[in-house]
């Protein structure tokens, strides 16, 4: 499997940026943390957008750039396609010419990418001769992915594509980033700063800090994680990533992942349609016995493995494995860790009073 | 009197005309550069370049006749150039108006340049173009209103020169005779009916050319980047 490595540094007085990663080349890879902590740098800097010194970035087998050998691709060489925060559309050009814009500057054998399917995923056929004046938010930045991916490129960077947007706009726009991130094999890095859109979209995860990183890893990994999981804006929780197991009878959707199973209140969702759900923490508590006569529709049994302290005092954040080697965060009051005698290794059962489907 | 009238606007028309070609490509380069450098003496250049904005057109001609005179630096170019000598020519003149213009054409264009922005630049080179592309097929469409003012203020600017004229070129019929200088013969003569014509006619010329530039302008602030 071919990586991407990247080592990025820069010194500009009062920000310093010093990062080094690798990544998968799949899937999607959130750049996560606070305004200033070097994401939106180091996402310039993997375009060629900005040349730092003593960097280096390489992916698969090619050299992007490697300072200490004075390699450094220019941007326009780079078969990267790269979504800005703002549409950045050209207004002198119609939204078919703007399409055409990258398609028209890459040869003819590197066109893999197929412009009609593209239109179609993003659902802009309709627009296609209209001046970008005369396209809503939400339509700019749907045509400016669409413009990107047409380059066919072998990684595709997007700038915190949906900050510009107003609520009901993202929500317009982060149904077609999960249908690409389903449909297409490109890798992707993603800057944001929004808990909840790197929840619902990325894989991999790295997170900055005033220009240091702090860590990086599976997404999933990283928010089970006790030294991370609070890291999150809007709190600790469990990312379980499944498909649609069963559409019961009695109104239940069934949703499996590995040997778990979910169980929750009808959603229509076709069978084998993979979705993600997030459990919160503080929507998780624990019993030392198997509890009966419960309305909870999950209940796991598991035992305790580490206990660390929560987001305030008095909170007591949990993880649990379950029986197949899942993990699950419980944020429960220190006064219940204490009633409970819980320490790692105790036995218990999980409640999980509410699922949210991502 | 037609004739000479006719011989006289036609000559100043062909010297707007070439004193605008030449200035579009010597400023084009010059302004984008301003607008994209970070030189520490980016100041000192403009202000240079600005310079014939402020200065009397006779302390201009007559540094511009010192400068093409025979024992002038341009003066032995173009003596050694076999272009022979400059002052009373015509080639002199339009040398003289566009040093006169160029400020004209480098500032409406350096401005438009400075409106786009990076932001076009950088996305045209992650959509695969070269700099030279993304200047020919971005950048110049974009600046399409600094071009057009940029043409309009050199070309009318070039027909109404008199000053730098007299000083350089004279007053010689066919050859340097252009038409502000005609006007100023007329009045001198006391024809107040053929300085009417010529004076006449160039403000409506002049009121036309900048109605223009309005136009467009006003057309490309509806058309706002996306």
């Known amino acids: 499997m071919s990586l991407l490595q990247g080592r990025f540094q820069a010194d500009h007085g009062d920000f310093q940026l010093n990062v080094a990663f690798t990544l998968p ?24 957008l900005e040349r730092l010194p ?92 669409a413009r990107a991916l047409l380059r066919s ?9 949906l900050s510009a947007l107003d609520r009901r706009l993202k929500r317009e726009i982060l149904p077609y980033l999960e ?28 997170m900055l800090d005033q220009g240091r990183l702090l860590c990086s890893g599976p997404l999933k990994e990283i928010m089970v994680d006790p030294r991370f999981a609070l890291l999150f804006g809007d709190g600790a929780s469990t990312l379980f990533e499944g498909r649609v197991s069963a559409q019961r009878e009695d109104l239940i959707t069934e949703v499996s992942a590995k040997d778990l199973t979910l169980r929750l209140t009808h959603r229509p969702i076709a069978l084998d349609f993979p979705i993600r759900c997030r459990i919160h923490a503080s929507d998780v508590s624990l019993c030392t016995q198997k509890p009966s006569h419960c309305s909870i529709l999950n209940i796991f049994p598991g035992r305790v ?30 006064y219940s860790v204490n009633r409970l005698q819980l320490q790692p290794g105790t036995p218990v059962w999980a409640q999980v009073k509410s699922v949210a489907v991502l | 009197m037609f004739e000479t009238s006719f011989s006289v606007v036609w000559l100043t028309l062909k010297l707007a005309l070439i004193v605008t070609v030449i200035l ?38 007559f540094y511009l006749l010192l400068l093409m005179g025979p024992n002038g630096p341009i003066g032995q170019l173009s003596e050694a150039l076999g272009l022979g000598s400059l002052p009373f020519s015509f080639t002199g003149i339009a040398i003289a108006c566009a040093v006169h ?4 054409v480098i500032q409406p264009l350096q401005n438009s340049f400075e409106a786009i922005g990076k932001r076009p630049l950088e996305v045209a080179a992650t959509l695969g173009a070269s700099s030279w592309d993304c200047f020919c097929n971005v950048v110049i469409p974009l600046a399409r209103p ?60 002049s009121f036309l050319a900048l109605l223009l530039i309005y136009l467009v302008n006003h057309k490309a602030a509806q058309r706002s980047m996306a």
């Not at chain 1, 080349?25 to 993997?46: E, H, N």
């Not at chain 1, 001046?131 to 992915?145: D, H, T």
């Open chain 1, 179 to 206: 249908e690409l991130h389903r449909e297409l094999s490109i890798p992707v890095v993603y800057v944001s700063h929004a808990p909840d859109e790197v929840v619902r979209l990325a894989d991999h995860i790295i």
């Open chain 1, 25 to 48: 080349d799949k899937g999607v890879t959130a750049l996560f943390g606070p305004s200033g902590s070097g994401k939106t740098s180091c996402l310039r800097a993997i375009a060629g």
């Open chain 1, 153 to 161: 490129p072998e990684l595709l960077l997007m700038d915190e594509p």
């Open chain 2, 24 to 61: 579009l490509l010597v400023a084009t380069p010059l302004a984008w550069w301003l607008s994209q450098t970070q030189s520490r003496y980016k100041p000192v250049i403009s202000a240079l370049f600005a310079v014939p904005l402020v200065l009397p057109p006779t302390v201009l001609g």
């Open chain 2, 146 to 205: 600094g071009f057009i003012t940029a043409m309009v203020m050199g070309f009318c600017h070039a027909i109404g020169e008199f000053g730098v004229v007299l000083m350089i070129g004279g007053n010689i019929p066919g050859k340097t005779r252009v038409l502000s200088v005609e006007i100023y013969n007329h009045v001198e003569a006391m024809e107040y009916a053929q300085a009417h014509w010529l004076a006449g006619g160039m403000m409506a010329f």
């Open chain 2, 101 to 104: 213009s160029f400020p004209f």
């Open chain 1, 54 to 145: 003593n960097s280096f970035f390489q992916i698969g087998n090619k050299v992007w750039q490697d300072e200490a050998q004075g390699i450094f691709v220019p941007a326009n060489q780079r078969e990267i396609g790269y979504v800005f925060q703002e549409a950045s559309l050209f207004p002198h050009l119609n939204v078919q010419q703007n399409l055409e814009f990258g398609l028209k500057r890459l040869a003819k054998e590197k066109r893999k990418v197929k412009p009609d399917s593209v239109i179609e995923l993003l659902g802009i056929g309709a627009l296609l001769s209209r001046p970008p004046a005369a396209l809503s938010g939400g339509e700019r930045q749907r045509v400016a992915i």
């Open chain 1, 305 to 334: 493995l580490r206990i660390d302290p929560g987001e305030q005092a008095g909170k007591i954040l949990v993880t649990l494995e379950l029986a197949k080697g899942q993990k699950l965060l419980a944020q429960i009051s220190s």
